[in-house]
C-alpha cells in the first residue's frame, strides 16, 4: 500500500517533509520498474494496480508542489535591482 494512504481518524496529521515526498518518489520508482517488468512479460492487466498506485502519488505530490507554490510571494514583490540580480543569481 502506497505510504501516503493512512486510516482516516490519522489523516490531515502527517508531516509533509523531504522524507515523505523522497519516500514516494522512491515508491514510484519501484513502481514504474515493477510495471515495466510485467509489461515486458506480457502480464499488463496485472500492472493496473501498480498504475492506479502510481498515479494516486503522483496526484499527491502534485498536490504538495501546488500547495507549496501557494506560499510564494509574487514576482512583483521581489526587488528589481539588477545589481541585487546580480548578486543573488536571481531573474525574474
Known amino acids: 500500500?502506497?505510504?501516503v494512504f493512512v486510516p482516516k481518524r490519522?489523516?490531515?496529521k502527517?508531516?509533509?517533509n523531504q522524507v515523505t515526498i523522497q519516500r514516494?518518489?522512491?515508491e514510484n520508482d519501484q513502481l514504474v520498474r515493477c510495471i515495466t517488468e510485467y509489461l515486458q512479460k506480457?502480464?499488463?492487466t496485472e500492472c493496473v494496480q501498480y498504475q492506479q498506485i502510481r498515479q494516486r502519488n503522483i496526484v499527491y505530490l502534485g498536490t504538495i508542489?501546488?500547495?507549496s507554490t501557494e506560499n510564494l510571494?509574487?514576482?512583483t514583490e521581489?526587488?528589481?535591482c539588477r545589481e541585487y540580480r546580480s548578486l543573488h543569481n536571481f531573474s525574474l
Open 65 to 67: 508542489a501546488d500547495a
Open 42 to 44: 506480457g502480464r499488463a
Open 24 to 26: 514516494l518518489l522512491d
Open 78 to 80: 521581489f526587488c528589481c
Open 10 to 12: 490519522q489523516r490531515g
Open 73 to 75: 510571494p509574487d514576482k
Open 14 to 16: 502527517a508531516q509533509i
Open 1 to 3: 500500500m502506497a505510504v
